[in-house]
Nanobody, 127 residues
Framework: QVKVVEFGGGLVQAGGSLRLSCAAS????????MGWFRQAPGKEREFVAA????????YAADDVKGRFTISRDNAKNTVSLQMNSLKPEDTAVYYC????????????????????WGQGTQVTVSS
């Protein structure tokens, strides 16, 4: 059984930084990608960033490029999201997701490419 758990999150002032971490455990031998999504109140879940597990290619949504950085540690089966220059509009519940199926191989921003999800962690940015 695969388990995905997020760590970090919390309250920070605008312009500040936070680091989220995510650990995958269980039958993770076929990991293809890990990503972060977020959902603000009243809005749909949206893609934030992703990393392919074998090649290490990274992808980020346009509104977080240059501010957020995703990285992975293959040995520990963990992924981190460093968030800098945070804005109030970054406030949301952040979800870590793991894809263990080949999928399309390119559409890393699509939630359907991920088959395991964490419970989410709250990030609140005050103005």
């Amino acid at each position: 059984q695969v388990k995905v758990v997020e760590f970090g999150g919390g309250l920070v002032q605008a312009g500040g930084s936070l680091r989220l971490s995510c650990a995958a455990s269980g039958s993770t031998f076929s990991m293809y990608r890990m990503g972060w999504f977020r959902q603000a109140p009243g809005k749909e879940r949206e893609f934030v960033a992703a990393v392919t597990w074998h090649g290490g290619s990274t992808y980020a949504a346009d509104d977080v490029k240059g501010r957020f950085t995703i990285s992975r540690d293959n040995a520990k089966n963990t992924v981190s999201l460093q968030m800098n220059s945070l804005k109030p509009e970054d406030t949301a519940v952040y979800y870590c997701a793991l894809g263990t199926l080949r999928g399309t191989g390119w559409d890393t921003s699509n939630p359907s490419e991920y088959n395991y999800w964490g419970q989410g962690t709250q990030v609140t940015v005050s103005s």
